[in-house]
């Protein structure tokens, strides 16, 4: 995760973040100054959601924060939605420009050039991570604030990310990740200390993958669940012991009951991010046993 930070000690690394944040900001300013609005003033129809998935496995961090800066800039700001809800816009979209690169470089062996039926498999589950995590983020911050309700803007972010970046996702990285490979322009040619897939098949990594969609995924759509009224809030059977109302709280808090399992949820994604960042370290690479066993 440090790589987030350290990448402006580089050059490249922030001409990368330049670049992916004026092709963010310019594809969603177009389709802002003549949108498809689904709410207006909150979301519309994005084609350009289909850029973070390719940028975040090309340019890494660099994706990371063009991501986040190029939705502020290209969607609110010129686009006429720039309000409280930009803040956790602004979060939801870095998390959508990190988890691609963060998780694929950490679980998967196989480049993500989508070639293969595998590699295409996998780009098309990891952009629904991080279509998820990033619609999970932002409903919750629009809820919490009372803005619009998490279950609907949740249904509408997760599918308009997932359909654009499953559609024109593979078609960009077929079309280019080969090209920037060649060129050095990756951002593990940069930032040589990473790698751009897993160097070892680690158990403690993929727990803390599955963790990652427990919370962002499996959480966000109970949550969903919940706001429509379909199940129970986790501490529902509690409910009668301690005496507490929480539809009251919802209706004075704005939906308290959403939020927290929300919250609860995102910290268990968060925990899995936290596995992943510190699996690397506990795993010893296997060229690093041959040499030991040769000495």
């Known amino acids: 995760m440090k790589e987030n930070i350290t ?7 922030v001409i990368f973040f330049a670049l992916s944040t004026a092709f963010y900001a310019v594809i969603l300013w177009i389709f802002a100054v003549m949108p498809l609005w689904i709410v207006p003033g909150v979301t519309a129809l ?3 959601n289909a850029i973070p998935p390719v940028t975040s496995l090309l340019w890494g961090p660099a994706a990371t924060w063009g991501t986040a800066l190029g939705n502020l ?18 979060i939801g979209n870095w998390v959508y420009g990190l988890l691609p690169y963060y998780t694929w470089n950490k679980v998967f062996t196989e480049e993500p050039d989508c070639k293969t039926t ?3 498999i996998k780009f098309e589950l990891t952009t629904f991570l991080a279509s998820s995590a990033c619609a999970m983020v932002i409903s919750t911050w629009v809820e919490a604030f009372n803005l619009f309700p998490f279950s609907i803007l949740s249904l509408i972010i997760t599918f308009n990310n997932f359909i654009a970046g499953a559609i024109l996702g ?9 090209r920037v490979k060649r060129l050095g322009w990756l951002w593990t040619d940069v930032m040589q200390e990473y790698s751009m897939t897993a160097r070892v098949k680690s158990k403690k990594a ?24 379909l199940t129970g809030a986790f501490w529902s059977p509690v409910e009668g012991i301690i005496g507490v109302d929480w539809s009251q709280f919802g209706k004075a808090f ?25 699996a690397a370290q506990w795993e010893v690479p296997p060229e690093a046993k041959e040499e030991e066993e040769e000495e």
């Open 7 to 13: 990448m402006f000690k580089y050059t490249q690394m």
């Open 46 to 48: 994005r084609p350009g």
């Open 73 to 90: 800039i290209g969607f609110d700001v010129l686009g006429g939605a720039l309000g409280w809800g930009s803040v956790g816009g602004f």
């Open 118 to 120: 595998s590699s295409l």
């Open 170 to 178: 593979p078609i960009l990285m077929v079309i280019f990740y080969d």
């Open 206 to 229: 993929f727990t803390g993958y599955i963790l990652v969609w427990i919370g962002f995924v499996v959480g966000n759509f109970v949550t969903i669940l919940l706001g429509f009224g």
């Open 254 to 278: 704005g939906g308290l009951p959403v939020v927290a399992t929300a919250l609860v949820f995102i910290a268990i994604g968060v925990v899995g991010l936290a596995m992943m960042e510190f």
